[in-house]
DNA sequence: CATGGTGTCAAAACCGGTATCGGTACCAGT
DNA sequence: ACTGGTACCGATACCGGTTTTGACACCATG
């Protein structure tokens, strides 16, 4: 077993005791010039790299920024990670990932691991969780954000958007562009709770509209652009009428983009597509597809800046919200009214 | 400040010493039935979380395993991390992250920083490394594993496949398949050397077949649907004759997809499109885009059990490559030859 | 010359666990 | 009754840093 350099071996090396070492490589004062730069010569010249788990527990403080994401496939989150790691840099925390898979029980245990690193903030996705997870985030006594939903309370911060709000807003939208012929196209609701409420409030939309959503077509498994297709296709089958079609997310709608595509059937004219997310595709058929942008590399950002300023001030996060409005572009679907209209 | 609970705190609830709790809460044999209960009541009652960072540093032992990408916007390496994530689910470890974005500089950081955690492995993007950092992970002795790419000298294990066959193979399938009049469009090819590999293997197998490259446009930037839009623009503005065009990773290639699909040019016939990755956007226009499907997923769930091995071994990791072959899909460029053969 | 402040350093206590080792208590064998 | 083995438990010494405390040298001041 090979023996790592310790503090005491820099210490032994530069000639002075390990405190002094200690002070030196932090930058603390109470240091001679002279013996700062023998430590540092000497933890070049040895090969040092300093233990964090012994700094950390001495310094009962850790550097650390727990985050919690359902899951990294989507890149929705890829996209808040980033913006979190972005707004970290250069702040001397650093952020620990871990991911969920949309199980709560595997959340529980995430949660659990972060804390038992005693992280000086944790990031956690969603507002609802189980009790004990719940009793967790309470008791951790450290600033907690709650990201991307606001539909609910939290328990310490929290940085996002209405869902609810998202759905209902996107069926006015619709509507008011004269769709009235309208579907529903979403995955793994049993999961997302988040999807559901997008769902849920574009339903309230439409009947706040007068309007029926025609018809639906789920499934519970992950989006894909594949499956996307696929219910497009069976939806499609069965509602030839439909003027639209509002889709759970991006990547469906991307697949419904690439099945009227190939039936060359116009898109928007004939039938509007709308997703959720404002993904890089979207910017890649300007104007055809229409969805609400969401602030994700924000919400990162916000997220981390709570936890900066509360660690700052030392006093606990108190649940706040922090509302992020996502911002809906209908593309062509604002300016062109549907080819059939209604009577 | 608040006073965690501790593990002396569990002890003396459950009326034990900490050492007898220490065991009970870790399974450790020699303890009985009785004091297993009452611990683990305890514990729970006083809602006692333990410390990772006391534990680490007392067991001479972490679990958890560095990883350290260059970028997570980049699907690709979402996938790896996931792979990673997945294949350690269960084992008892844990992946903690840390992002390059391609600087050099912090690469060395996020290195030397991960060290500093002690972790039980460490898994790195790419084979050159700058010396200070290649110092670090030669001297690191923990198992070492380097992802992604297999054209250069390992330090520990090595999983990934071959950039330069992989751009060699795309350009002798081309050629085969009837494509001479070819075009590169790129990106970020002075931070990604993968790329650049890429490329340099293309130019290999085309002048192997004795074709030239036509023309390329390159941009310094993240690749992205957008850029790829452009990029083919300006190159197809210079060169309509051009009958196919080699993208360095498959956003460019959608990007490509989607002006060739506003000029209402066909494809593949008239131009073929190749990207590389294999990405889910090329399933969603099947056969319409070439590309090459690389084993990213595979690659992490490999790495993983590189380590894993070397654990269990407890021999350090002996330079190893492990290559993974992508596998190149044509699409319906290998059944449809150009629409203007070469004479 | 005594006094006190300042700059520099080292010894010791401590952070919250685990490894080690040496005890008890209890039982079976003789 | 004595021995030996086994199951269980706890005191103690760490792990590798930081914080605290205090000592010492040196200088300026009254």
């Known amino acids: 077993m090979h023996k790592r350099k310790t503090l005491q071996d820099v210490a032994l090396a530069a000639g002075v005791s390990k405190m002094t070492a200690s002070r030196a490589l932090r930058g603390d004062k109470d240091v001679s010039q002279r013996s700062i730069m023998r430590v540092q010569k000497a933890a070049r010249e040895i090969g040092y790299v300093g233990n964090h788990l012994a700094s950390s527990l001495a310094g009962k403080a850790t550097d650390l920024i727990g985050v919690v994401l359902p899951n990294l496939e989507n890149i929705v989150f890829s996209h808040v990670l980033n913006g979190i790691t972005e707004t970290l840099y250069g702040t001397g925390l650093q952020p620990v990932c871990g991911i969920t898979e949309y199980d709560p029980e595997r959340e529980y245990e995430v949660v659990r691991n972060m804390l038992s690193w005693r992280p000086t903030g944790l990031i956690v996705t969603g507002l609802e969780f189980p009790a004990d997870t719940a009793k967790l985030l309470r008791e951790a006594h450290i600033p907690v954000v709650q990201i991307m939903d606001t539909d609910g309370d939290p328990i310490g911060g929290c940085v996002g958007f209405s869902h609810h709000q998202v759905g209902f807003d996107m069926a ?172």
């Open 172 to 343: 006015q939208a619709l509507v008011q562009s004269g769709r009235k012929r309208i579907g529903y196209i979403g995955c793994g609701l049993g999961q997302d709770n988040r999807a559901q409420k997008r769902f849920d409030g574009f339903l309230a939309g439409l009947q706040q509209a007068d309007v029926r959503l025609v018809a639906q077509r789920q499934d519970p498994g992950f989006s894909s652009i594949e499956t996307g297709r696929h219910l497009t296709r069976a939806l499609w089958q069965d509602h030839p009428d439909l003027d639209c079609i509002y889709y759970s997310n991006d990547d469906l709608a991307a697949g419904g983009y690439h099945h009227f595509n190939d039936l060359q059937i116009a898109i928007p004219d004939q039938v509007g597509l709308v997703g959720c997310n404002g993904l890089d595709f979207i910017s890649g058929v300007p104007g055809r597809i229409g969805t609400t942008r969401t602030p994700r590399h924000e919400i990162g950002e916000a997220a981390v800046r709570m936890i900066l300023q509360a660690v700052a001030s030392g006093a606990p996060l108190a649940p706040i919200k922090q509302e992020l409005r996502p911002e809906i572009d209908l593309g062509l679907i604002a300016t062109q009214p549907p080819a059939t209209p209604d009577p």
